[in-house]
């Protein structure tokens, strides 16, 4: 057996190496693990074009949420240098055309004014209430550690990301093209992301591997961090 690529993982919509804490620590032990940062770029492909000019020459990729579609981001510009790749809780298609669309930005502008007008927590306890699956919204050190996460970050951050989100490109047809290893994975009660979503893109993968994570919502990584670890190491031992 080769020598395993060193990781990047990539964090969602105003995330930060928290979301990765668990699996990070759990593949650090065995090879170099560095976690993305976006700064306040508000593109997709800008963001890939600075993981790529920070990453090593060959490297597997992780992403969650918005980190999916800036994986695939990357996978578009260099999939040479890709040696394997995970996409979590996330999504390929394009914003919708007409009321759909529509209503997916007036939701996230609200979020935001929000965020610019009462701050990024208040805006993270509306937003957290459908991230987490529900029966675990008691559970108060979860939620916190949401709410905190997303207070550390910028309501001019959430607008630049946010802006991102709604000019995606269709990232679908790149899916049938990637070769490397690939692990497609989510909460199984992820409503953000749905499971349904996943079958799809891990069918159009060839050869991927599918995960859904059970009684698990959006935040897999925080909400079940050993059963998405365990995937993790198992997705990298295959590459």
């Known amino acids: 057996m080769g020598i395993r690529p060193p990781v990047v993982l990539l964090p969602g919509l105003v995330c930060d190496a928290t979301v990765w804490t668990h699996a990070a620590d759990a593949l650090r032990s065995q090879v170099p693990v560095s976690i993305a940062a976006y700064d306040s770029l508000d593109s997709l492909g800008a963001m890939a074009d600075k993981v790529l000019r920070e990453a090593p020459s060959s490297f597997a990729l992780a992403g969650h949420s918005m980190g999916g579609r800036i ?3 990357v996978f578009r510009r260099a999939p040479e240098r890709i040696a394997g790749i995970a996409l979590m ?8 055309a007409g009321e759909a669309g529509e209503r ?3 939701g996230r502008h609200e979020l935001l004014d929000i965020a610019r007008t009462q701050g990024m927590a208040a805006m993270a306890s509306r937003w957290v209430q459908g991230m987490i699956w529900s029966p675990r919204l008691q559970e108060t050190a979860l939620v916190d550690s949401v709410i905190d996460m997303f207070a550390r970050s910028s309501a001019e951050v959430f607008a630049a990301q946010i802006r991102a989100l709604l000019a995606r490109p269709d990232a679908g047809p790149l899916l049938p093209r990637i070769g490397c290893p690939a692990l497609v994975l989510c909460g199984e009660q992820d ?3 749905p499971a349904a979503r996943h079958r799809e893109m891990a069918q159009k993968i060839p050869g991927a591997t599918l995960a859904l994570i059970p009684e698990c919502g959006h935040m897999c990584t925080l909400e079940r961090p050993e059963a998405v670890t365990r995937e993790l190491l198992d ?5």
């Not at 809780?89 to 919708?96: E, F, K, Y």
């Not at 997705?235 to 590459?239: E, K, L, M, Q, T």
């Open 191 to 193: 409503s953000w992301a």
């Open 71 to 73: 994986a695939l981001e």
């Open 235 to 239: 997705w990298h031992a295959s590459i």
């Open 104 to 106: 997916e930005a007036k």
């Open 89 to 96: 809780d996330t999504g390929t298609q394009p914003l919708a």
